[in-house]
Structure formats: C-alpha cells, structure tokens
C-alpha cells in the first residue's frame, strides 16, 4: 500500500488517479466512503458512535503545469507548490496527458555557473518531440507534469517523490485498518485532502463539512538534513509540533501516550509560530475541534527524491493508535 501511494500521480488540483488510490484501501475499513467536488475523499466507520474523530493527510504533491508549447517541441511549465528549483536540473518527469502518461526531463538553458539560483521559467520538459506540431500531438496546454515514480528502499530508509504527504495518508489508512472493529465510542473518519500545497484549500471544505471532536492532522516536516540543523532527526521517530498548530491538551496527550507505550517521539518547533499546514485549516473552520498535528521528518522536502525512515512512519501509526485505544476506553 505505501509503495502503491507514493507512486501516484497527484498534482495538487489534479489529484483524481491518487485520491482514487486512497479511496481503493479506505473501502477495505470503512463503512461509508465520500468524495466531494474539490476531491476530498473522507471514510468513516463506526458510524453510530457520538465521539468524531478524524484523521487527515493531503493526498496532494508539488508538480508543474504545461504553460506552453514551444517550437522545437520543449514544454514551458510553471510551478504547483513549492517546488526547488536547483533541485531540477535533469530531474525525470511524466506529463499527464490525455493519452496517458509522457515521460520527460527537466532542463535549463543556459547551464548558469554565475552563482545565481535558477528559476522555474528558466526550465523545460524535453519529451523527445522535434517540433510543436509533433508536441501538441501529445501534450494539452494545462497539462499537469509531476515528478517520475521512483520508489526504493534500503535498510529502512525511503526514498520517493511525494513522500509529503502520502506517507501521512499511508498512517491514516493503517490507523483505520488496525482499529477495524476495536472501537465502542468513537466514530472515526479519515480523509485525503486536496490543494494543500496551493494553500491548504480542500481542508478549508473538510473542516466545515465533518466538525469532529477532535482532528488529528499527519504530515511531513524538515528533517535534520545539511542546511536545516536543530531539527527532528530521521529514524528518530515521528515528531509533535510545538506551535499554534497543535493544541497544548492534545500535545500533551501524545506525549503521555508515547511515554507510557514506550514509542519513540520527538519534539519539533515548526518552522514558524503556525506552520501553514491542514490543521492550521482545521482549528480556524472548526474552533469547537480539538486539532493536533504529528510529523513525520522528511529530507529534501518538495523535491523529485524525498527521504524519510520507516521507524518513524511506525511511531506515528502507534502512537495514533494507541491514543484513540485508550481514549475509546476513557469513553466507555
Ligand atoms: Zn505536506
């Protein structure tokens, strides 16, 4: 299933093949699986019990889109999301097209050595056309483009495009799974967001449509990595945010549960005072919600080979699960 995720296609507002994915494992758990039209997909089972719990990652990736076709047959695009640029030079891509998926390579023109960063207006998708015509014959203007499928593993560690967030979504999706049929009180939903990265859009939906008691949001952060120090470190496990975006009832929760089941946590500041992610969505759409974040650390974050352990992919699930064991009981 983790492999699975990561390989999707999802740019942000173009996450349909991804979402579809997620939709796929979530009807193994749920009892009622929705989608609405920003193309958030929300599962939920135990249907009848009172206490709403909910579980969110954004099933969205950074990418590109096709801004125009040039006539020696090389793509302009311009960004979705974040995207590095000097993480993009020669980087494998696919176009989504119509007729399916094409596959290209990033390139600048010039090769500056003059120090200065490049930008996305400087790159192009080279898809082995010799001119527009033979393009255009592949490629629609608007195409979105995402980074090439490139899943591995070695001794624990991952490396992939779109680790943020279909990691998150992966943790969510095996919360689910392992709570099939052990839950008396609480009714829990778990939901695969959209246009995160373009600004936290399909969360701003889910949080008005769902109000649950409590939301637990999961994604990625900047690990421990050459430029970033003092950050939380990979393998290490999974991280809370110690900022407006986690309540202080709930981080303190985590912190217990973790303690006495003996998973691995670690603390980790954000990157500002609120960090622009989902849950941020969640406490401003839905202020009678208790909203907490976890994070799982992330190297080369928005880039084509993103990296994280799955040591702290378990420490989160166990955590999640462990945390929603013992409050279903405290229910009781
Ligand atoms: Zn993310």
Redesign the pocket.
Known sequence: MLKSLLSSIGVSSFERSAADLFRHYAEQWADTVRQDYFGNTMATMNTGAKYRVLLSA?IDEVGFQVTEVCQNGLLKVRGIGGVCPARLNTQQVVVCADCGYVNGVMVSTPMTNDGKMPDIKDFFVDIDCQNREQAMQLIELGAPVAFMPNYSVHDSVITSKSI??RVGCYVVLEVMKRLKGGLKKIRLSVAATTQ?EIGLRGMAAVAQTEQPDMAINV??TDAEQLDKTSRPRMGEGCAIVLNADSHAMFRERVIKTASRANIALQKCLGREITGG?DSSRMQIFSPKTLVGELVIPCKYMHSHTEKCSLNDIESCINIITDLLTGLDEELA
């Open positions: 954004h943020d967030d995160e994604d990625v992610s």
